[in-house]
């Protein structure tokens, strides 16, 4: 298996073209050997851009090729944002089986279709044990059913990607599938047979207060944290709280629900971090970016620059630590917009990161409307979030 990134900013978008792929030209063997590619391009060449999927399939006609628009993109372990730059990256992944997939809101299966419905949506079997990427657009997707369904039918399996940016309800994000550019709906690819995506989610915050059982809650409402009012039981995390930790909480607060309460560290890994929507003043109820029951362990979260790079940096040493020899051969890295020089105030910090405690494999991707992966096994929709897809064969070479 092998794998080669190339990043251009060049504002003419053909002579970007070859420059990307002069860098994988030094990076794998036979570029025709190449079995897929991922394109993200800013939103910077106007129509340009419409001529991009016929030209990136015509110079990798063996490969399975997908891609959306971005605000921002990364490629060569680097990062571009709101400026003319194109990514490609490419994969030889000999043994590997990809299906790619173009679904739209009046396709997809509906909530109490059989798994079966999405499996000929799809034309990928479960049994083949494939994992997925997946990039959708957002105003004409819906993110949240399209990855319920995607668990439903092949559990188990990972799922990483992102939601295309820099465009708007009234200028459509692009997508990319082989040689056509698309402007609904989502594409992916289902690869199977020697390949294992590893995944990894870091949602940027850490933990404040101690944890609390949700003991009163309707949909999204949390009435009672412990037998106590939720604003109450806030207040008084406050008063505890460093000056910096009081100023984090004021404009940057979270909740954190846990996945699996017997497998909660320090760390924010083990909980499914959403926005806190608002209170109700008179009961000292909050409601929460996520339907919740009770019985739940919650945990309020604040998130700021510094908290950002240390979580991306623990996820990731954690990632090595259980990965051991298995060493990936290239990644994705699908990031918030809201991350990158908005957060850091600089550029390439997460790549940086990634680099540092990874190691320079090939890494492409972009910034996104929304960021796809798993937590505790359930794939969901982040924000200010960094999620990766890292690559590696399922055995060793000979």
Not at 62 to 72: D, E, F, M, T
Not at 379 to 397: D, E, K, N, Q, V
Request: a negative charge.
């Amino acid at each position: 298996m092998q794998w080669g990134s190339g990043l251009s900013r060049h504002a003419d978008l053909n002579v970007a073209l070859d420059e990307c792929i002069a860098s994988i030209s030094a990076q794998v063997d036979d570029t025709d050997a190449v079995s897929f590619v991922a394109v993200f391009t800013s939103h910077h060449f106007g129509s340009e851009v419409d001529a991009l999927p016929a030209a990136v399939t015509e110079r990798f006609p063996n490969a399975i090729v997908i891609g959306c628009s971005g605000s921002g993109v990364i490629g060569s372990g680097r990062e571009e944002e709101e400026a003319p730059a194109l990514s490609v990256t490419a994969g030889v992944m000999p043994g590997v089986a990809l299906n790619a997939f173009h679904v739209t809101r009046d396709r997809m299966p509906s909530p109490d279709a059989p798994p079966d419905a999405w499996h000929a949506l799809l034309g990928v079997p479960p049994d083949v044990r494939p994992d997925f990427i997946v990039l959708a657009e957002p105003y004409t997707t819906d993110g949240d059913a399209l990855l319920a369904g995607l668990d439903y039918a092949y559990p188990g399996a990972i799922k990483v990607g992102g939601l295309a940016s820099g465009g708007g309800r009234f200028s459509p994000h692009s997508l990319v599938l082989n040689g056509a550019m698309l402007r609904e709906g989502a594409v992916g690819v289902a690869l199977s047979g020697n390949i294992v995506i590893d995944s990894v989610v870091a949602q940027g915050c850490r933990p404040i207060g101690d944890p609390m059982h949700i003991t009163d809650a309707e949909q999204n409402m949390i009435e009672a944290l412990d037998g106590m009012p939720p604003m109450e039981c806030l207040q008084s995390i406050y008063a505890a709280a460093s000056p910096r930790d009081q100023d984090l909480m004021r404009h940057n607060l979270f909740m954190g629900i846990a996945m699996d309460p017997l497998e909660l560290t320090d760390a924010a890994g083990g909980y499914l971090i959403r926005n806190l929507l608002g209170v109700n003043q008179e009961t000292g109820a909050l409601a929460v970016g996520a339907l919740v029951r009770e019985g739940q362990l919650v945990q309020f979260h604040v998130r700021d620059a510094q908290t950002s790079g240390e979580d991306l940096q623990q996820s990731l040493a954690t990632y090595l630590d259980a990965a051991g020899e298995r060493i990936a051969a290239g990644a994705l890295m699908f990031s918030c917009t809201g991350r990158g020089r908005y957060l850091y105030g600089k550029p390439d910090h997460d790549t940086d990161i990634f680099r540092d405690v990874v190691g320079g494999m090939p890494l492409g991707g972009f910034f996104c409307n929304g960021e796809i992966g798993p937590v505790a096994g359930t794939t969901y929709l982040h924000g200010y979030t960094s999620s990766f897809a890292l690559f590696r064969p399922r055995t060793a070479p000979d």
